[in-house]
């Protein structure tokens, strides 16, 4: 048990060897700290600490030293003596005992560990100050004696010099299994039975120990009590001798409890560290550890590892729809389904939401990774059985290879992860290795990456504007604004080569922030020219997500100083079914501002009638597919003049993109389109080049 008057001199050379022993020790008593060892005994002498902690290896004098002294001096013998040590040989361990230390500390210092141990001293020590009092009270309390040993939750038995029984209380009755009659005159070591948990090794008697170096000691670590019936019990405990006032040993007394509970407690932790709860798979953390375990044989094996990462495809879409609660019946029936395709060749694990990685260790020697991997998707494919109806899924799995295309556990990982991206990229259900190309390709990303970031926080991002001419008078009559980046040597980068990226990293929302801003201040540029204009800005799925977004672009265009309705957002119909309710809310308050909205690609996505009515759009634009191929199929024309035709019912305003001919151009005009875009006319340019061409309207040749 703690007490609040105890006290523990720490002493070691190291500042923060020493720094680490006070922290782990400040909360259990009252440290004095000693860095010089020369002072330690004096220190000690002053204080008689209840609990020395010393380093052996100190340059003035030793720990071994320091103990001598301490040993030799009468009023400080009795204090026990925990060496603090980087040494593990048996030498020093004998020549440690054999001066009196009662336990060790390793170094480098678990704190956790520490606390333990000094606790567990601190608590002999208690124990030990009180059986000390009872035993100088012995004849006159006797009685009273024996109820408080028969009443303590700890059990007692005391021996004589012999090291024969002569007290046992009710709790060291029922874990070793002797009744006090049979108990008492035998042998300790007959009565307790102590074996080590993991060997199952007899262990010297603590009580057998004390009566021979004539000081107080502890239970070995990991110490197991078998009872009379075979009952085993992780216990704890300590022993003191007993002396009179004349110095003569009677005996020796032991405490000790069951831990068992504790004990078990703590292998479920361990278990619950490393585990996952929902599958009882490994989880990342024990994964991680068995790669690296893995990694480690192959030096020898001179086998391959192979990591599988596995991901169950459109599983948040199944999550969000159906909830959380069939989404974990989901992942437990894979995991089992995984597991049983994987069985005791491997490693499964669970290291993510719906995130699974198999870990072969001896690829070429029976174990095939690509294998593993088909067997895997086979068992994707089997439906899952969901309130009565059956649900198919598929899987996406990625394979890295060490020593092929890894250097460590960490790589692996990531390259996994590369290829089961890849996966998904090829339209899921399969799986991918890692290669040179996927390695370049990610590499590519990375670099495309960092120039993004760079361009978006040095505000570097180009906007190039196309035209946007009408098919009657031939003028433009407006402009879509369309995002650029330049590389190192001053080349244009596409959009395609970045857009999916900003969107995958959130970026996004930067980017599409200073596309518009820039575009605000381009029109406003116009107007202090005379020339009023309107630009078309491109609005991605994940802007529309946002709540704040309508507020943005009003701030946008409020600072910039221009009217609402110089300004067109255009969507795409995915962006628009993202979060129906949600996105028809922002579209009406980005309305309410002025600002018109523009149906973006259409016909490439939903093309479902009803969100044009419920949606509040102004422009239709015809997708460019759809026009380059209407002079030659007729089916593309076909759709084109649907378009059309259906626009106009709606009274929405028709732009046609990717017009390249002067046929497209004469086809759309006497379709009814109101306004078009495309190379034929203009292609797109930077905005300086724009202002200068188009300050006047052009007529198209």
């Known amino acids: 048990m703690e007490n609040e008057t105890q006290k523990v001199v720490i002493i070691d050379d190291e500042p923060t060897t020493l720094l680490l022993l006070e922290s782990a020790v400040e909360s259990l008593a009252k440290v004095v700290t000693v860095s010089q060892s020369v002072q330690a005994f004096e220190c000690v002498k002053l204080h008689c600490p209840d609990l020395v902690v010393l380093d052996i ?32 040989d048996i030498e020093n361990e004998r020549i440690a005992l054999s001066l009196g230390a009662i336990d060790f500390i390793s170094k480098p210092v678990d704190m956790n560990l520490c606390r333990m141990r000094v606790s567990n001293h601190l608590t002999i020590q208690s124990q030990k100050s009180m059986l000390s009092t009872i035993n100088t009270e012995l004849e006159a309390e006797k009685k009273h004696l024996a109820i408080t040993l028969r009443s303590i939750a700890d ?83 300590s022993a003191s001798p007993i002396i009179d006032d004349e110095g003569r040993l009677l005996g020796a007394v032991m405490v000790f409890q069951d831990v068992s509970e504790a004990v078990e407690m703590a292998v479920k932790m361990t278990h619950m560290t490393n585990h996952d709860q929902l599958t009882g798979l490994p989880n990342r953390v024990l994964l991680h550890d068995r790669i690296v375990q893995a990694v480690s044989r192959c030096f020898t094996s001179k086998q391959s590892v192979a990591l599988l990462l596995i991901d169950i495809d459109n599983f948040k879409y199944l999550n969000d729809s159906l909830g959380h609660q069939i989404g974990d019946f989901v992942i437990s029936n894979i995991a089992k389904r995984l597991n049983k395709v994987v069985g005791q060749g491997g490693t499964l694990a669970r290291v993510g939401g719906d995130e699974f990685a198999c870990l072969l260790s001896d690829v070429g020697s029976g174990f095939s990774a690509d294998s593993i991997a088909m067997a895997c998707l086979q068992a994707g494919r089997e439906p899952i059985e969901i309130n009565g109806k059956p649900h198919r899924l598929s899987l996406s799995i990625g394979i890295s290879l060490y020593p092929q295309d890894a250097v460590n556990a960490e790589e692996m990982m990531r390259h996994a992860d590369s290829a089961m991206y890849r996966s998904k990229s090829l339209g899921k259900d399969t799986f991918s290795f890692f290669s040179k190309d996927l390695q370049h390709a990610m590499h590519h990303r990375v670099e495309m990456e960092i120039k993004l970031r760079h361009a978006i926080e040095n505000n570097a991002l180009a906007v190039f504007l196309q035209p946007k001419y009408d098919f009657d008078n031939k003028k433009v009559q407006g402009a879509e604004s369309l995002v650029r980046m330049y590389d190192e040597s001053g080349e244009v980068i596409g959009p395609d080569e970045f857009i999916p990226l900003a969107e995958e990293t959130g970026l996004i929302h930067q980017l599409g922030k200073q596309v518009l801003q820039k575009s605000c201040e381009f029109v406003a540029s116009c107007n202090e020219h005379g020339q009023p204009f309107k630009i078309a800005v491109n609005v991605a799925a994940k802007q529309l997500a946002n709540p704040g977004f309508a507020k943005e672009v009003e701030q946008i265009i409020k600072k910039a100083g221009i009217d609402a309705s110089s300004i067109e957002l255009e969507v795409t119909e995915s962006a628009l079914m993202h979060d129906f309710e949600q996105t028809r809310d922002i579209l009406i308050e980005l309305t309410s501002l002025g600002v018109t909205i523009a149906l973006d690609d259409f016909g490439t996505g939903y093309s479902s009638l009803s969100y044009l009515r419920q949606f509040p759009l102004n422009v239709l634009k015809i997708d460019r597919s759809f026009v380059i191929d209407m002079d030659t199929e007729q089916q593309a024309h076909d759709i084109v003049t649907a378009i059309v035709h259906l626009a106009l019912s709606l009274e929405l305003k028709i732009v046609a993109e990717g017009i390249e001919t002067q046929s497209h151009f004469n086809g759309l005009k006497a379709l009814g389109c109101h306004l078009g875009q495309g190379y034929f006319m203009c292609r797109p340019m930077p905005m300086n080049d724009f202002f200068t061409k188009f300050i006047d309207d052009i007529d198209v040749a």
Request: charged residues 20%; contains cysteine; aromatic residues 6%.
């Open 155 to 237: 059990g007692v038995i005391s021996i004589n010099a012999a090291g024969d029984v002569t007290f046992i209380n009710p709790v060291a009755q029922r874990l070793t299994g002797y009744s006090e009659k049979e108990a008492i005159g035998k042998p300790i070591d007959a009565v307790m039975n102590l074996r080590d948990a993991s060997s199952n090794e007899s262990l010297l008697n603590p009580a057998l120990y004390a009566l021979e170096i004539l000081r107080p000691v502890a239970m070995s670590y990991n110490a197991t009590l078998v009872s009379r019936q075979n009952k085993i019990f992780r216990v704890e405990d």
């Open 57 to 88: 290896s100190m340059p003035e004098m030793s720990g071994f030293e320091v103990c001598k002294q301490i040993k030799a001096c009468p009023d400080t013998a009795s204090i026990p003596v925990i060496f603090v040590t980087s040494h593990s």
